[in-house]
């Protein structure tokens, strides 16, 4: 069974800044910051934030589902402010997917605003597992994201 969940958040930020966050390492940096209760810890395993890098995502204690995963990046388009994850160890594979994505794509809307567009791709091998995928964690990062940028731009 193949599925897809999306999800779009305007923000008051210009597209640039929201890159600078989402197009390279500092996501999982300020993640780990912001939003301690959602994700733990984010460990650079191999690479420099380009295409190939791996992170561990380790979640806090008493997390439903699974304690920690490993993602790489397999897409990293600074021109189109794109970039895509795939999970390639623990969380969602272990659980019956053969596919879990995440594609993070940062639209311009104007010299002063954007999108933050998350899609979330997966197979998995029974409906009932399918259930189990929601956007709600990378909602929560991208509205923190836009509140942190907000509050600090130049």
Partial sequence: MEGQLEHELEVSV?????????????????????????????????????????????????????????????????????????????GYLELGFSLYRVRFEIIEKDAKSSIIKTTIEYEVDTAANASIVSSKALELIAETIAKYLTENQV
């Avoid at 890159?19 to 940096?29: A, I, N």
């Avoid at 380790?58 to 790489?72: D, L, S």
């Fill in 14 to 90: 210009p597209a640039s800044e929201v890159w600078d966050v989402y197009g390279g390492l500092k996501l999982g940096k300020l993640v780990c910051e912001l939003l301690p209760n959602v994700i733990e810890k984010v460990e650079l395993v191999e690479g420099d934030g380009g295409v190939g890098t791996i992170l561990k995502v380790v979640f806090p204690q008493g997390t439903p589902g699974f304690t920690f995963y490993k993602e790489m990046f397999t897409k990293v388009d600074n021109e189109k402010r794109l970039k895509e994850a795939e999970v390639v160890e623990g």
